[in-house]
């Protein structure tokens, strides 16, 4: 049979195709093909969204969450070492915290966008876990720090053309390209195409991110997950009933070249007019320095610098697998040491990954050790995208993990409603003596890059509030209680968005106040930062 020759629109098309794959990803990047993007949504507009089909949706079934998008700065490698393998970073790789900048989407308590929720380490530069069991809907409030048009597009759920969070002509809806200071609250339904079928897993997941001017925004950092489950096999909070623990990963070559786009230009258009500042680029320049920039990342992090994926013997660990990227995002997840069934279909220890895969995997932790999770494409591998996960053995110090920290975006309260904590308490005792004295230790959020010099805080404990100023060492005293930030640099600053701190509260004003706290006593305590009031409850222990 002879086929007929292909249609010149097609050919077009064709070859649009293959030099998209050909040109140089910071191109790619850019969006400049269509223009400069306005705003579909301004500060002077306000939040003109939130709405689902033209109606609000049911707040009994609404999980509201609040998210910004941030400048933020990032280390591929934060350990400055190949862990994994035992030897220093190769040539190739970032050396002593050279510190990128990224833009990342952070959760934030409420509209006020001032108390941030801390991310979860292990989940790296993925944004806030969303989720919900099917019938739900997301309410997300997004609020664009940054100075480019950015939004939220989701994958698998359903929503309107104003929710949909992509930017394309003729008609972009309202939340396509939110701008600069603009704020934005995206609806999805979560409806029961989004959630798992019948013969599938108990949960699934499905990647969100920014969809304005190109994959150059998911090059930025702007990513994240919602996970959705079957209610007939949920618990009350929404996690799957057969699951013990949920682990996200994401495969995904990150492109560090710095190129800028007038560069790109340049070898595209050697011909064109331009800045004498400009240099043209050949083929092999532009392909070296686009290897040279290559971060063959898992979350974001090379060489095993990757931390937090741990579980305990016997559990029930779900993956949610993730690719996104370009022509040479090819991934195959592997885990050593044990052997997961890839959609509920087939067991194996490789799972393939195409760019903008979504897949689950469960495991059984049954071989307690320390081992290797790493992409088994050979180049891919041999340029750090690898990883450790570890099974604690049972009766092990290390097994008990807490419950909350099992599963991802789970709300501490039952309630869909309830914030997520801005504040991590580790340490709360009453040491006895001659005077009783409060211990606290702890992170709270901050914003990126916190400067300590002229901030007041103070610590509430019921009805009771202390105020201390630190001084650029990060110590402060009053009425002789003290409070110390354990992670202030040398020029008064604390760096990665999360403040750490003791306090010791003593004092014969404070006297009264301690003698009603008991060991094992729920205390609600405030940590008031500036403006900010965290709030979180401390289980009071005795010291010696």
């Given amino acids: 049979m002879t086929l007929p020759p292909p249609a010149p629109a097609f050919l ?31 500060v002077t507009m306000g939040d003109v969204g939130g709405k689902y089909f033209g109606s609000a949706p ?6 509201h969450y609040f998210i910004a998008a941030e400048a933020s700065p990032w280390d591929f490698a934060p350990e400055v070492s190949d862990a994994i393998c035992g030897k220093p970073l190769p040539p190739s790789a970032p050396k002593n915290h050279q510190l990128v900048t990224k833009t990342r989407y952070l959760e934030y308590q409420d509209a006020t966008f001032t108390a941030k929720v801390p991310p979860t380490p292990r989940t790296g530069i993925l944004g806030p876990t969303l989720r919900g069991v099917a019938g739900d809907y997301l309410a997300i409030t997004f609020l664009n720090r940054t100075s480019q048009p950015l939004s939220m597009h989701p994958h698998g759920v359903r929503y309107d053309k104003d929710s949909e969070g992509a930017y394309y002509l003729p008609n972009p809806g309202l939340g396509a390209a939110v701008g600069p200071g603009a704020t934005f609250t995206y609806v999805w339904h979560l409806d029961e195409a989004s959630g798992p079928l019948p013969g599938e897993p108990s949960s699934k997941a499905w990647l969100y991110h920014s969809h304005v001017s190109g994959d150059g925004e998911v090059n930025k950092g702007l990513v994240g997950c919602i996970i959705v489950t079957d209610p007939k096999r949920a618990r009350p909070d929404g996690t799957p009933k057969d699951v013990d623990r ?22 595209e258009n050697p011909g064109a007019q331009r800045s004498p500042a400009v240099k043209t680029k050949t083929w092999a320049e532009t392909m070296e320095a686009l290897e040279a920039g290559e971060r063959y990342a898992i979350n974001g992090l090379t060489f095993g610098n990757l931390q937090g994926l741990d579980m305990n013997q016997g559990e029930r660990v779900r993956w949610y697998l993730f690719a996104l990227g370009s022509e040479q995002d090819f991934h195959t997840a592997h885990w050593h040491g044990m052997t997961v069934v890839e959609e509920g279909r ?15 995997a469960d495991m059984v932790a049954d071989n307690p050790g320390s081992w ?13 995208m690898f990883a450790r996960y570890t099974v604690h053995a049972k009766g092990a110090p290390q097994a ?27 340490r709360a005792e009453i040491v006895p003596g001659r005077q009783l004295q409060l211990q606290l230790a702890g992170s709270v959020t901050v914003p990126e890059a916190y400067s300590i010099f002229g901030q007041r805080l103070a610590v509430e404990i019921g009805g009771k509030a202390l105020r201390f100023e630190p001084d650029p060492s990060g110590v402060a005293a009053s009425e002789g209680s003290t409070f110390r930030i354990r992670n202030v640099n040398p020029f008064g600053v604390v760096e990665g968005g999360q403040l750490k701190f003791e306090a010791a509260l003593q004092g014969r004003t404070w006297q009264p106040e301690l003698k009603k706290l008991k060991p094992g006593a729920a205390v609600p305590v405030i940590l008031r930062v500036g403006d900010t009031a965290h709030k979180f409850t401390a289980t009071l222990s005795e010291g010696k």
């Fill in 58 to 63: 049911d707040p009994k079934r609404t999980r």
């Fill in 346 to 360: 087939r067991r194996t220890d490789v799972v393939e990954l195409l760019p903008a895969s979504m897949k689950v």
């Fill in 400 to 426: 008990g993990r807490e419950p909350a920290a099992a599963f991802l975006g789970l709300r501490p309260a039952a309630s869909t409603a309830s914030p997520a904590p801005s504040v991590q308490a580790s």
């Fill in 12 to 42: 077009a098309a064709l070859v649009c195709v293959a030099w998209a794959a050909l040109a140089p990803a910071a191109s790619r990047d850019t969006g400049a093909a269509m223009g400069p993007i306005a705003p579909t949504v301004t």
């Fill in 246 to 267: 949920e682990m996200a990963t994401l495969y995904l070559i990150f492109d560090e070249s710095g190129m800028e786009a007038a560069s790109a230009e340049a070898y």
């Fill in 372 to 384: 290797l999770l790493h992409c088994h494409v050979a180049e891919h591998m041999m340029q750090g």
